[in-house]
């Protein structure tokens, strides 16, 4: 897939910018607060209709203007298709070609962009909560459904957690009865979500090695891993697939679940199920979070944005378009090098990047379509 | 401000009605200010007459306006099966089918800790009376909706059901009929293909 034009009519400091863009490498070059990155979230935001930096949409209108419109038209497997967003104090307006839509999940599996931001570095060092809010988020596109298990998880979660507190303070009609259709729906809809972040990151794992390598141009292996108490021990593949797994999972939940029941009781909280689980990147089998250095942290969150993109193509067919934020610096030049040689070997069919000058793009190539941004204006270069 | 005073009181009230906050329950206390005279005492007595005149079954609790609702009474209801359900309105939908010929149960609610809703908070006891009194209740089809509350509800009642010794079916999710199976969503199609059966 890729974006052909876009519109932007008072979004972040663009007042008024319409652009058309190739496909291949599109690279912005720009002098700091000049708005790039605001170029890349607005890209972003219309291949997901929301924004990489804030959840506070409002923020992404001019300032002391009404109401922000974007626009655009993209090409998806040779149909066109054209988005627009109008974001005003009431919230955001959706069009897809001409008709609105309701729900941002039904926009889903229409246009779809992989942005790394540098934001994304404190992926590796931050809370669990965050990570699991990454994972869960990549998983999406793979599985519709997988929004509807969180929210019904979360759900049941709560009212279990509820329960507990009730029954720890002796509350009228709270017993342990009254636990078992929690525990119940707690283990149905929590192993969903074991099985389908184990899945992926078993998808992940050979994508994420294979593009570390070249990056870094080393042979040191990174590994991602799914840090849960609820997994069988690993086997070989075919054990790993299918109904059996799931059942497996059922039956190691319900043991962790009685063995930490008087515990649960006395703290009055849910300690077991996958919002206690971590995922942990390891190289050469040392964690990454205190070893690594900061430019194998950069790689490893690259390699993971690349893995994502493959994985993406692999189960649709193409590519999504992907977006990389100031993704040069703390990258020496053979590394940066080698990242733009990936990119190109895996011929994405379309990539923005943004760096503060022409020099510090590894080689001013003539693949490349360069721009230059001022003062929320944007010119080929 | 005496006048005043009688508005907001209305206000106050219909906010305690569900899925009606402040700025609904002014609009139409500014409505029911402007309508007509007749009209307006038409949804007063309306409303005393529901507190007067129907209750709930003393059996199902069903709506009704004597002791006993209707379709309790009546000879020619199957009184081997009930279909529990969690409000009345359910039952009407039931009805409407005319395809159900046995009792009913209705729960008034949901199990939900959250809002403080337990086994005891629910017509459950009710429900497990009719189970034991020598009714001969062969099998009681739970339709609670199909949320996490009702759920929940159709578990515990499930084990509650068996362990009396009867019967306890679970209604089937399914693909809604006449729609495309590429529209349904994936939670509905993953709940049909879990639910299906032999032909
Ligand atoms: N809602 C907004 N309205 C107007 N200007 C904004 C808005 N949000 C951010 N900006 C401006 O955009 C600039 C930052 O742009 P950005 O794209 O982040 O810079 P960079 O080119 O360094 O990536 C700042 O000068 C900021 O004041
Ligand atoms: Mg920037
Ligand atoms: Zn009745």
């Not at chain 1, 923020?59 to 419109?69: C, E, G, H, P, T």
């Not at chain 1, 090695?209 to 991602?224: D, G, N, T, Y």
Request: charge should be neutral; charged fraction near 30%.
């Amino acid at each position: 897939m890729f974006l052909k034009e876009l519109s932007l009519r008072n979004f972040r400091n663009y007042i008024e910018l319409s652009i058309c863009f190739n496909k291949g490498i599109n690279i912005f070059i720009g002098e700091n607060a000049q708005g790039k990155t605001n170029l890349l979230e607005a890209i972003h935001f219309i291949h997901s209709l929301q924004s990489f930096r804030t959840q506070e949409e409002k923020s992404l209108i001019s300032i002391s203007f009404k109401d922000a419109l974007l626009s655009a038209e993209a090409e998806r497997g040779g149909s066109i298709i054209n988005v627009s967003a109008l974001l005003d104090d009431k919230g955001k307006r959706v069009k897809l070609n001409g008709k609105k839509i309701g729900k941002t999940s039904e926009f889903l599996s229409r246009l779809f962009a992989i942005t790394f931001s540098p934001d994304d570095l404190f992926l590796i060092k931050d809370l669990p909560s965050e990570r699991r809010r990454y994972f869960d988020r990549a998983i999406l596109p793979h599985s519709p459904s997988y929004l509807k298990t969180s929210a019904r998880y979360d759900s049941i979660l709560e009212h279990r957690n509820r329960l507990l507190k009730d029954i720890r303070d002796a509350k009228k009609g709270a017993d342990t009865a009254a636990l078992t259709p929690w525990n119940e729906q707690l283990i149905e809809e929590g192993t969903r979500i074991l099985l389908k972040r184990h899945q992926f990151v078993e998808q992940i794992k050979p994508f994420l090695e294979k593009f570390f390598q070249s990056i870094s141009k080393s042979s040191k292996r990174p590994i991602l891993i799914y840090e849960t108490q609820l997994l069988p021990p690993l086997r070989d593949e075919e054990a790993l697939s299918g109904v059996n797994m799931a059942d497996e999972i059922k039956g190691i939940f319900r043991l962790s679940l009685s063995e930490k029941s008087r515990e649960e009781l006395r703290y009055g909280h849910t300690l077991v199920g996958p919002h206690r689980d971590d995922f942990q990147f390891l190289i050469d089998d040392q964690k990454a979070k205190t070893t690594a250095s900061q430019g194998q942290h950069r790689m490893i969150i690259l390699s993971l944005k690349l893995s994502e993109a493959a994985l993406y193509k692999e189960a649709f067919s193409e590519y999504p378009v992907l977006l990389l934020d100031d993704v040069f610096s703390e990258l020496d030049e053979i590394r940066a090098e080698a990242l733009i040689e990936q990119i190109f070997d895996m011929d994405i069919e379309q990539v923005f990047i943004t760096a503060a000058k022409k020099e510090s793009v590894p080689f001013s190539n003539k693949r490349c379509s360069f721009y230059l941004i001022k003062e929320g204006t944007v010119r080929p270069y | 401000m005496a006048q005043a005073g009688v508005l907001n009181r209305l206000i106050e009230e219909l906010m305690r009605l569900p899925g009606i906050g402040q700025k609904t329950a002014q609009r139409l206390a500014f409505f029911l200010l402007k309508m007509d005279d007749s009209e307006a005492r038409g949804i007063a007595r309306a409303i005393v007459d529901l507190k007067e005149k129907s209750r709930f079954c003393s059996v199902c609790n069903n709506i009704t306006e004597a002791e006993i609702c209707e379709i309790c009474s009546d000879p020619m209801r199957d009184r081997k099966k009930i279909l529990v359900i969690e409000e009345p309105s359910n039952l009407l939908a039931i009805e409407k089918t005319k395809e159900y010929k046995g009792l009913y149960h209705v729960l008034i609610g949901a199990l939900s800790p959250l809002d403080g809703i337990g086994p005891k908070d629910i017509k459950i006891e009710g429900l497990m009376q009719r189970l034991s009194n020598g009714h001969g209740v062969e099998e009681v089809i739970i339709a609670t909706n199909p949320t996490i509350e009702g759920e929940a509800t159709a578990i515990y009642l499930s084990r509650l059901i068996k362990s009396a010794g009867i019967k306890a079916t679970r209604i089937a999710y399914g693909v809604p009929v006449g729609s495309d199976l590429e529209y349904a969503d994936e939670v509905t199609l993953i709940k049909s293909l879990e639910g299906r059966r032999d032909i």
